[in-house]
């Protein structure tokens, strides 16, 4: 089966910086887009990031020019790095991957979740 793995996630001060990554390993045929999402407390889970095969990105108005995600095709790994970290960024951070397995069909594969959690 397909697993998706996130890590990275701690607590750190405002200001600070995090990487955190995402692994899918099983029977993968081939990956699409990759992407972050993030849920907060007391919200909704919203968009973070996301990267195509092709290294197309794009991402939320309130990290851009902050984070930075990017993949690694070889590795089946997607990153996401997290730069002038804020409260409002504390969150748990979950990976998502457009995977088409051997033998079956396309199917969109989540982590378990990484907590991140910016506080002086």
């Known amino acids: 089966q397909v697993h998706v793995v996130e890590s990275g996630g701690g607590l750190v001060q405002p200001g600070g910086s995090l990487r955190l990554s995402c692994a899918a390993s099983?029977?993968?045929?081939?990956?699409?887009?990759m992407g972050w999402y993030r849920q907060a407390p007391g919200k909704q889970r919203e968009l973070v990031a996301t990267?195509?095969?092709?290294?197309?990105?794009n991402y939320a108005d309130s990290v851009k020019g902050r984070f930075t995600i990017s993949r690694d095709n070889a590795k089946n790994t997607v990153y996401l790095q997290m730069n002038s970290l804020e409260p409002e960024d504390t969150a748990v951070y979950y990976c998502?991957?457009?995977?088409?397995?051997?033998?079956?069909?396309?199917?969109?594969?989540w982590g378990q979740g990484t907590q991140v959690t910016v506080s002086s």
């Open positions: 990267v195509t095969r092709g290294s197309s990105t």
């Open positions: 099983g029977s993968i045929f081939r990956i699409d887009a």
């Open positions: 998502n991957a457009e995977i088409l397995p051997y033998g079956s069909r396309w199917a969109v594969s």
